[in-house]
């Protein structure tokens, strides 16, 4: 049975895709470099205070009907601006106001103007501002909501060279069908399973595919920003979520992200149990320890740290037993947060389990 608000968006979506088709070729260039201008604007990470942008000198209210004139003193429009600034509204809210407020218009040229630019600014921001990548398929783990773990095909290629979905987009450019599948860039098995191999770092045994800690961050922003882009189309129209290209990026980078991001989280928990062990040997802990440990939050999808407190500040000889302690404390407590999803605490319990079992002697002997 069909979600009715799952219908109501692609219904909206299928009529404001006719409204925009419907509309002279030229007036659909005109209206795609508008576009254009506002996504690029929308998706720098330091956005301008304000944004200026045109509607078009005619626009064709509904389909069969002749283009109709939009009023000159109309056609430019700003977005932002000094009470914003003083408001402090972000300019993605800015624009999203600006244009539900010309939306509104008694003028049926204004209106439909106004939202046939936030269709095409919603549409260039997933299909053109974005990489395209390979069609992968995720499996969800027990207990868990987002599907993080890629299948393998049968049909993949043994070759570590990539397939033309796998064309690497700069920043800022755009991958048409004309320029995708030119560059080809070897890539490991275990990073041609996901969505953009390119941003890849970890395998499935957490090893680094790439040459530190601070690249496979740099990798994670990447996909953080892919993402946060995804969410400001939707945040502009909602209705974007019926579009198949919106659908198979947001499927494909979410589990990506996810994957990686608990990967890289559970490299960092390893690297800190390898430096507490050193510097116990050295004798370096004897006047306290607290740790920040790292984990994934799935729900705001950002690396996060968690303080635990091993040993209290003092002339306190460091024991092993303390780690252990400190991290089944912890354990109880992870196990009974609620601010953390499910799938969070999980993944969290994970590192603190690693975390006990790397000094529990007893295991040992």
């Known amino acids: 049975m069909t979600d009715p608000s799952t219908f109501g968006l692609r219904k909206e979506y299928e009529t ?3 409204l925009f088709e419907a509309q002279p070729a030229l007036l659909q260039r005109f209206l795609e470099a508008q576009a254009q201008l506002l996504a690029e604007a929308l998706a720098r990470p330091e956005h301008p205070a304000h944004l200026r942008f045109t509607f078009p000198d005619q626009v064709v209210i509904a389909p069969g009907d002749k283009p109709q004139p939009v009023p000159p003193e109309f056609r430019q429009q700003m977005a932002g601006g000094l009470m914003e600034r003083v408001t402090r509204l972000h300019l993605s809210a800015a624009v999203r106001q600006r244009l539900s407020e010309l939306e509104g218009s008694p003028n049926r040229a204004i209106a439909v103007s106004a939202g046939l630019l936030r269709h095409a600014t919603a549409l260039h921001m997933v299909q053109r501002s974005l990489p395209a990548g390979r069609s992968v398929s ?18 993949e290629p043994a070759s570590a060279l990539t397939a033309s979905t796998d064309a690497i987009a700069e920043e800022g450019g755009e991958a048409t069908e004309a320029n995708r599948g030119e560059l080809h860039v070897p890539y490991v098995p275990a990073a041609r399973r996901f969505y953009l191999p390119q941003w890849v770092a970890f395998d499935d045994d957490d090893q680094l595919l790439v040459n530190s800690t601070g690249e ?8 953080q920003r892919f993402l946060t882009i995804l969410h400001a189309a939707f945040a502009l129209a909602p209705y974007v979520v019926a579009d198949e290209t919106y659908q198979q990026k ?7 992200l996810v994957n990686q991001g608990r990967a890289l989280a559970r490299y960092q928990a390893r690297e800190i149990i390898q430096e507490i062990k050193r510097r116990a040997e050295a004798q370096e802990l004897n006047r306290g320890l607290s740790l920040s440990l790292p984990y994934f939050d799935d729900q705001d999808l950002q690396l996060k740290q968690r303080q635990v407190e091993v040993i209290p ?6 024991v092993p037993a303390f780690v252990v302690r400190a991290a089944r404390e912890e354990q109880v407590k992870v196990a009974q947060d609620t601010r953390l999803s499910p799938s969070t ?7 603190l389990q690693m975390l006990e079992t790397a000094f529990d002697v007893r295991r040992d002997s």
Not at 216 to 223: D, F, G, Q, T, Y
Not at 250 to 256: D, N, S, V
Not at 345 to 351: A, D, G, I, P
């Open 216 to 223: 496979a961050e740099a990798h994670l922003a990447s996909m």
């Open 313 to 318: 500040a003092g002339r306190i000889m460091f």
């Open 16 to 18: 404001w895709q006719a």
């Open 138 to 155: 995720y499996t969800t783990l027990e207990g868990e909501e987002i599907p993080t773990v890629p299948v393998s095909s049968e049909s």
């Open 345 to 351: 605490r999980k993944h969290l319990l994970v590192e």
């Open 250 to 256: 947001r499927y494909g980078m979410l589990g990506q």
